[in-house]
Nanobody, 126 residues
Framework: QVQLVESGGGLVQAGGSLRLSCAASGRTFSSYVMGWFRQAPGKEREFVAAIDWSGGRTSYTNSVKGRFTISRDNAKITGYLQMNSLKPEDTAVYYC???????????????????WGQGTQVTVSS
């Protein structure tokens, strides 16, 4: 069982930056695929980024490429999402997720994750 706790959300002006953290319980997280998702009011949850267990492979949805960076520190069993050049349309609740199956990485945005955090609010003002 893995528990995930996000932090680092907040209110920021357009063009600003935030760094989200996802603290995991359990050393098994180090072997899990990790993803970040977001859900804006009135919209479905959408994939943002994913990283494989080693941190060697990453993927992003097109709208955040070049602005967001996903990373992880397995020694600290923590994942991160660095968000730069934020836009009002990035406003959403951001969730981190983890899954032990490598197939989840290969599924990309359609990956099904077993473990989810409670979410952290990111609000970008114009």
């Amino acid at each position: 069982q893995v528990q995930l706790v996000e932090s680092g959300g907040g209110l920021v002006q357009a063009g600003g930056s935030l760094r989200l953290s996802c603290a995991a319980s359990g050393r098994t997280f180090s072997s899990y695929v990790m993803g970040w998702f977001r859900q804006a009011p009135g919209k479905e949850r959408e994939f943002v980024a994913a990283i494989d267990w080693s941190g060697g492979r990453t993927s992003y949805t097109n709208s955040v490429k070049g602005r967001f960076t996903i990373s992880r520190d397995n020694a600290k069993i923590t994942g991160y999402l660095q968000m730069n050049s934020l836009k009002p349309e990035d406003t959403a609740v951001y969730y981190c997720a983890a899954d032990p199956r490598d197939m989840t990485w290969h599924a990309g945005p359609r990956g099904v994750y077993a473990y989810w955090g409670q979410g952290t609010q990111v609000t970008v003002s114009s």
